[in-house]
């Protein structure tokens, strides 16, 4: 057997992750850009913001892992929720 059982776990875990995103950017595809952004009351999160907040949480998460656990010093979490000039170019 060629394939160790961590390079099947990493391998099966890339697959997962990549059909996540795809299954993430075809329902975000659904919306446009004022939909994209739209927060349905005070209380609410875009889906801009969710989709910002899911990559801060998870590059902190998946940085460095072998090393540390959980998040990093340098996350700045609070700024994963507002909308800033460039989130809107991406």
Known sequence: MGNSIAEIYLDETRTQFRNYKAMAEKAMAQVDAGEFFALLDA??????LIAKHLAGNMRSRWRDFLNSDGEKPDRQRDREFII???????
């Not at 209380?43 to 801009?48: D, L, V, Y």
């Not at 800033?84 to 991406?90: I, S, Y």
Request: negative net charge; aromatic residues 0%; charged residues 40%.
């Open 43 to 48: 209380e609410a999160n875009s889906i801009a």
């Open 84 to 90: 800033e000039g460039e989130d809107r170019a991406a």
